[in-house]
Every structure is written in structure tokens, then in C-alpha cells.
């Protein structure tokens, strides 16, 4: 089908490639064909394809590959390595000026590629890290973009800077930036009109920003869906304007986001940041060997142990394993995993990081059942007075009718749960055991079948 | 072409907009496949491949690649052709035929109609329906305009100083209001104001999004409770310069409404406007509309032969017209 993502292409060419004891040049070129036409449906673009698929081949059939014992899995490995390659191995981020020198950012890109959105989310990005960003409206043509940018400025809590619509942008950021220097603020944030890449005009206007005024990092959004012109988007802006990275948007959807493949190529200049949803939080730091094994269907489990690890918290982790051990595990305890889950962004999320679980696989499975289950689990638990949380062998019937009337279930999902609670507290003491002398992580996903 | 007298001024209007806004698109496919057909003296394996490649390259994605090509193959085969060159004609009808926009497309504009616009973020939805709103006023149209995109920042305003510039009502609450009642409210005042066409504007999302896609059933609940005698259109707006993805978006917005009809937006932006061949031979979807440029009448409606005519043109032949 033509919806498969890559990785499960790529799958499926490999599970061929296993099932072989070892490779003929045919082999290599059959397999080769289906890289070609899933990258291809990735929207890689097709020159990327050809270069990648001849240094790929060029490798694969020879000696050494023909003759070692594992054929395909040289095959897997040249063709990651290959890519890797393609993708750069370095993890860029926009370096901001150190003390109370401003920093000045300018967004650009094409129509709804997200550049107000992504301008917003990197200015509460910074804040976060302690930095006083402005946020500055230079699109002067689409209707309502300032208010759209005042708005989101507002909902990060940083400064904004507008002078409506008449005013030619290069004027506009002037003035922003005496508004930062009177305010110290550090970090300038220049929002601009999208614009097609083949408009002299309008490409006019952000050179002429470029040259009157000092830009330190000129940022191209794209929309990570964008096809086979991706290459010629990053090719005409960044001769243009001498872009210094790129942010990928829109990386929540179900694209495999070949784009990324191609732009990297063609401009040398490194992915810093992607969007990654719809609230003003969702913006991720880029990782190109991590994006080039998702996109090889090896899922994005480094993601997953950051995150993990975020949450992780020592004392706390021995204590579970503790009770654990003791078949102490309490209600208490299953709350703060149900939290700690969800900060890591929900099933979907995590579900949507480990290997062989890509988008296709997972179609035809709801995934908000699990999240409602959890927040069914949730209600219950917060019907239960303190008492019963930490004693779960205190509930007795009529305990269960009132937790079923408080939290607004019927009782037959309270008596469920509990069930499941008491099936998960058992299997988790059994692995406890068997994980005994192993490298404990404070990663556990204490729920059975939901 | 055949062209009526008395409209020839207006038709050639639109065909130079067209040919002006597919521009880059025709550059890459044409002088593509005019490189190819004066590059091969036969026509033979290489030459179909090469072929290929250029179609894959233009966005118009494997399936209809081949499709294209195996129907071309069969065309040379019927008629005998031997030249390469002879081909373009062909190729034409070819590409022509995978395309196909029923006769009662438009009819929703004759009727007491519904329009509902949906797709993902930030492919010009609001701005497809301003654009839509001042055609349809101008052909002398009751129009009216809902704008249920109540999650984005200042959408509401966007589409607001829209119908201003078209000169149409709008029905609106506040941001963060629920889509599904701004909807109840339009659907109602349409029936009492006795509008000809409701466009209903909806926050842009992906199609992998669950809850999101339940909030489009429930718009769509709520319109026909309230209007059920209403003639129906959904038309899902695409980017032009979205790839294959396009067809993902296509397909997953058609499981929860009834697709009508695709408006493909941007296709003066790139040089890959193959994705208009791609979703209606994959999906079988008709495209209505392209966005060939920024003004108002660059919003046309879609004709598979001027589409490829133009994609064909050559420079000169543009400039004439």
C-alpha cells in the first residue's frame, strides 16, 4: 500500500532479505528497488534517492558483504550507516549569545509552513532556560498574523512587538530591536510573512533585513510533509538568504518525513529543532541518527530513555522497587506512574517510540481507549480515601460501591481494575526477581492488559 | 480549445492565470519529458524509465507513475508509434485520463448548500474561504460564513477581515469556543437568512489526530440534525507542495466525512503540482479547486484538460495566451 510508512517498507524489504541465507547481486538489486520506491513515497527526493541507492549498492555487492555469514544484516547496516550519514551525526541547536547581548532569530519559510506557531514555542523554549526573548511581527500581509503572534506571545508569557501593518519589516525590527535593548531583553524573535521561494519580491524584502541589520541565525521552517520540491525550497532560500538551519514542523502527523533527508543534503545545513504538536510546549530538540533509525523502523527508544530519564527520580525508584519486592506496591504508588507516563506524553507517545509500533501498525488500534482507560484508573484511585490507597487489601464491598459511586463507574469496572491492579502487582514482583543484578531503570509500565 | 466568442476574453483570463501559475511545474515535467523525447531515438525500456523518473519527481507518486506509463505503453503499442517524440500527445491523454470531474461537481452551488472545509494545519483553508466566499458573492450569491476554526490564535480574526474584503456575514464566537455550536449557529441562520451557501471554515489537524477527528464527526452530526435538507459538499484543501503524504491526508479525512471534493492549494509555489493526478487517480476524489496564485481568481475551478494543456504548454504558447 501505498500509506506504509518507510520504516515498515524498509521491514518488509529486510524480512525478505532474513529469510535468505545469503545474497546474490540480485538480491542486493531487488532490495535496493524496494529502498528506492519506499524512499520515494517518503518523499525523499528522487536525486537524494539515486545518490543514496548507488553508494548503497556500490557497498553492498562486494566481496565482503556476499561473503560474510550474515548477508542481510550487512545489508541493514550499510544502508543505516549510509543514512546516518545522510543525516549528519551532530545535534545543533540555535546558540544564543552569552550575557545580555541580543541574540537576533529571523523565521522564514513558505505559506503555512508554521513559522508564528514555531516562533512563539522557541521564544517560550528560551524563557525557559532563562533568557528574556521578544517576540517581533514582521508579516504585514496575512490577515490577523500579528494578533495570531500577540496571542501566543501571550499564552508563553513573553514581550511582543508589533507597528501594524504598514511598515516595511526591516523598519519594524529596528525599532524591536531599540524596544529590547530599553526592555533587556536578549533574544529576538523576527516572525515574517510566509513567502514562495520563486517571489523575487518578497525574497527581496528579507535580504534587505539581512543586510541593514545584523541577523545571527536565519531559521527556514518546513512543513515535514512537503514533497519532492523540499529541495528546491531549502536550494532557493538558503542562496538567498544564507539560512543557518532549518526547523521541521508538523513531525506529529504520520509523515516519515523524508523532506528532512532531502534538505539536509542539498543545504549542509543542520535540522535544529522539530514540532512535534499543537500546544506552545511541543517543540523537540533534532537528533539526525535518532531520525534516521526511525525512519529504519528502529524506533526512537533514545527519545524514550530521555524522557524516561527526565522523569526519573532515584529515591523514589528504590523506594517502588522496595515495595515491590515486599508486595507493598500501593495505589499510591500506581497514581504516580500513571503521572509520570502521561509527562512523558501519553501511550500514543511512547507506544509511538518503540520499535516495530511505527504509525501503519498502530492504525487500526485506538489508542485514546488506553489513555481513558489510565484515566479511568485515574478517577477510581482518587475516589479512594487515604486509607484505602495505601492499603488496597482494605476494600471490601461496600468500600467498592461507594468508590464507584464517587468516582462515577459502575462497580463492575472498580472490581476490574483491581483485579488488574492485583494481576500487575504480581507480575511485577515476579520480575523484579528475574531482574535482579541488572541495570535498574526507573522506566516501569506497571499496567496489564488495558 | 474551443472557446465561445462572446467569453473568449474571460476564458483566456483564466487560461493565462492557470498557465502563469503552473509555470514551475510545467517547466520541470515539460522541458523533463522534452529532454527525454529528444534524447531517445527509440522508444524502448530506458526511455520508459526515464520517463518515469520524471513523473515520480513531479509528485505524481509511484502508483500513478506507472499507471501513467502502462498506459502509454499500450497507447504506442495500438497505434504503432515508433517515434519518441510522437508520445507527448499521448502521454497527455494519458495523464488526462486518470483524471475525472463528474458533471454535477458544482451543482452545490445551484442548491441550499453546506460547504465544509477541512484539512490539516496551515494549508489555506481560511484563506480558500475568503477566496470563495468573494467568487460566490460575485456570481450574485447568498453567502454566509461560520467560523468554526476556534482553536488556532487570531483565526477568527483572519477569516473575519476575509469576509470583510468579500462583503459577506460571518457567524463567530469567541476563541476557544466549541466548533460544533458555532456550527449549530451558522446552520441556523443560514435556514433563517435563506443563504445560499454556508462555508464553514474548521481548525486545521492532522488526520492522525483521533480526537480532533471526532470533533469533525460531531460538526458534521450537528449539520445534519439541524439541516438535513441542505445539499452537502466537504472539500478537503490540500498543499501543493505536500508530497505523497497528500494522499495519507486524503484518505483519512474520507474516513470520517464524505469527501465531495479536494481544493488543492499552492500550486504556483512549486514545481511538483503532480499530486493533482495522484489523488484523483488513487482516490478517485475529484479535485474542484487549484490555487494557482494570491489573487482572488487564482482560486479556479478545476478542469483536467486545461490542466494538462497547460502543464504542456510550451513557454511561447503561455505567452500568447
Known sequence: MAFDSLSEKLQNVFRNLRNKGRLTESDVKTAMREVKMALLEADVSFKVVKTFINSVTERAVGQDVLNSLTPSQMVIKIVNEELTKLMGDETTEIVLKPGNEITTIMMCGLQGAGKTTMAAKLAGKFKSKGRKPLLVACDIYRP????????NAGKVGVDFFEMGTSHAPVNIVKAALEHAKANNENVVIIDTAGRLHIDEQMMEELITVKEEINIDHTVLTVDSMTGQDAVNVAETFNSKLEITGVILTKLDGDTRGGAALS???????????IGTGEKLTDVEQFYPDRMASRILGMGDILSLIDKAEQEYDEQKAKELERKIKKSEFDFNDYLDQINSMRNMG?????????????????????????????????????????????????????????IARGSGVDIADVNRFIKQFNETKRVMKQMSGMMKGGKKRGFRLPFGKM | ??????????????????????????????????SIFSAFSKIDDEFYEELEETLIMADLGVNATMAIVENLKEKVKENKIKEPEQCRQLLMESIEEQMNVPADAYEFENRKSVVMVIGVNGVGKTTSIGKLAGQYKN?????????????RAAAIEQLTEWT??????????????????????????????KTDILLCDTAGRLHNKKNLMDELRKINKVVDREYPDCYRETLVVLDGTTGQNALAQAKQFGEVADITGIIITKLDGTAKGGIAVAIQKELGIPVKYIGVGEHIDDLQKFNPHEYVEALFSTDAAAEEA
Do not use: C, W
Open chain 1, 346 to 402: 501519553g501511550i500514543t507517545k511512547i507506544l509511538e517510540m518503540l520499535p516495530g509500533m511505527g504509525m501503519g501498525n498502530m492504525k487500526d488500534v485506538d489508542m485514546s481507549s488506553g489513555e481513558s482507560a489510565l484515566k479511568q484508573a485515574e478517577t477510581i484511585i482518587n475516589s479512594m480515601t487515604k486509607k484505602e490507597r495505601a492499603n488496597p487489601d482494605l476494600l471490601n464491598p461496600s468500600r467498592k460501591n461507594r
Open chain 2, 139 to 151: 456570481m450574485g450569491k447568498r453567502v454566509l460564513v461560520a467560523a468554526a476554526d476556534t482553536f
Open chain 1, 263 to 273: 534538505i539536509k543534503q542539498v543545504t549542509g545545513k543542520p535540522i535544529l529543532y
Open chain 2, 1 to 34: 480549445m474551443v472557446i465561445l466568442m462572446g467569453e473568449e476574453k474571460e476564458k483566456k483570463g483564466f487560461f493565462r492565470r492557470l498557465v502563469e501559475g503552473l509555470t514551475k511545474t510545467r517547466k520541470s515535467i515539460a522541458s523533463g519529458i522534452s
Open chain 2, 164 to 193: 470583510n474584503r468579500a462583503g459577506v456575514e460571518i457567524i463567530a464566537q469567541s476563541e476557544g469556543s466549541d466548533p460544533a455550536a458555532v456550527v449549530y449557529d451558522a446552520v441556523n441562520a443560514a435556514k433563517s437568512r
Open chain 1, 144 to 151: 490577523a498574523a500579528i494578533d495570531q503572534l500577540r496571542i
